[in-house]
C-alpha cells in the first residue's frame, strides 16, 4: 500500500488559493488518488479523485504530474468554512481493498480572517 | 435524498460492557464499511460489509465484529469494551464498485468508563 506524506498544517487567509501537495513515491499503476476533508466531530467528505494529469470539480482541482509520485489539491479562494483537516489517499479501492480507505495524518488548514 | 445516518450519536458504557452501534446506508448503496479515530490512531478500517457479506477486514482483535442486513443496514458490536475502545465510530456508504467514492456518516462518539 502507496504510504502518503503531506504536511502536518497550514495556514491561510480568506480568499487566498490553497495548495496541499501530497507525496506518494511508491504509488501503484492500479492506484487512485483521492482527497477527503473533515470537520471536528463529523464524518471526512469526498472531495475529489483522479487518476493522472489534471481533475476539476465546483470545489477544488487536483494536479497529478506524468510520473504520478505526488499530487496537489489546490482550493481556490479560501474561506474560514474551509479550516478542516484534509487527507490524501491512495489506493486501487478494489480488489483486497474493497471498501477500505487508508487515512494518513492529514494536513491541519486553517484559514484566517 | 437522505444520507448516511448513525445511532445512537453518544454513548456512554463501563469496562466489560457490550455496546452496538448502528448505521443506515444511503439508500441504493449495497458497501458499507466502518472506521474508528481516535486521536492518537487517526483513522482506522474496521471492516466492509457488502450485500450481507464481509469482504475486507482492518487489524482488530475479534471483539470488534458486525454484520449487514438485507436492506443494506450495518450494525457494528464491540464486545468486552476496554478504555482504549473510546473513539469516534464512523461508518461510510458507497455503491459498493471500485473507486466509488464513500459518503461518511456524523458518526457515534462511544466513551468507555
Known amino acids: 500500500l502507496a504510504k502518503t506524506t503531506q504536511p502536518i498544517s497550514m495556514d491561510s487567509y480568506e480568499g487566498q488559493e490553497v495548495n496541499i501537495t501530497c507525496s506518494h513515491n511508491?504509488?501503484?499503476?492500479?492506484?487512485?488518488i483521492t482527497w477527503y476533508q473533515q470537520f471536528p466531530s463529523q464524518g471526512p467528505r469526498f472531495i475529489i479523485q483522479?487518476?493522472?494529469t489534471k481533475v476539476t470539480n465546483e470545489v477544488a482541482s487536483l494536479f497529478i504530474p506524468a510520473d504520478r509520485k505526488s499530487s496537489t489539491l489546490s482550493l481556490p479562494r479560501v474561506s474560514l468554512s474551509d479550516t478542516a483537516v484534509y487527507y490524501c489517499?491512495?489506493?486501487?479501492?478494489?480488489?483486497?481493498?474493497?471498501?477500505?480507505?487508508?487515512f494518513g495524518q492529514g494536513t491541519i488548514l486553517t484559514v484566517h480572517p | 435524498k437522505a444520507g448516511v445516518t448513525q445511532t445512537p450519536r453518544y454513548l456512554i458504557k463501563t469496562r466489560g460492557q457490550q455496546v452496538t452501534l448502528s448505521c443506515s446506508p444511503i439508500?441504493?448503496?449495497?458497501?458499507v464499511s466502518w472506521y474508528q479515530q481516535t486521536p492518537g490512531q487517526g483513522l482506522q478500517f474496521l471492516f466492509e460489509?457488502?450485500?450481507?457479506?464481509?469482504?475486507n477486514k482492518g487489524n482488530f482483535p475479534g471483539r470488534f465484529s458486525g454484520r449487514q442486513f438485507s436492506n443494506s443496514r450495518s450494525e457494528m458490536n464491540v464486545s468486552t469494551l476496554e478504555l482504549g475502545d473510546s473513539a469516534l465510530y464512523l461508518c461510510?456508504?458507497?455503491?459498493?464498485?471500485?473507486?466509488?467514492?464513500?459518503?461518511f456518516g456524523p458518526g457515534t462518539r462511544l466513551t468507555v468508563l
Open positions: 461510510a456508504s458507497s455503491l459498493g464498485d471500485p473507486t466509488n467514492e464513500q459518503f
Open positions: 511508491n504509488i501503484a499503476t492500479n492506484d487512485y
Open positions: 483522479g487518476y493522472k
Open positions: 489517499l491512495v489506493g486501487d479501492m478494489g480488489g483486497t481493498s474493497y471498501g477500505k480507505l487508508t
Open positions: 439508500s441504493g448503496h449495497r458497501s
Open positions: 460489509y457488502f450485500s450481507e457479506t464481509q469482504r
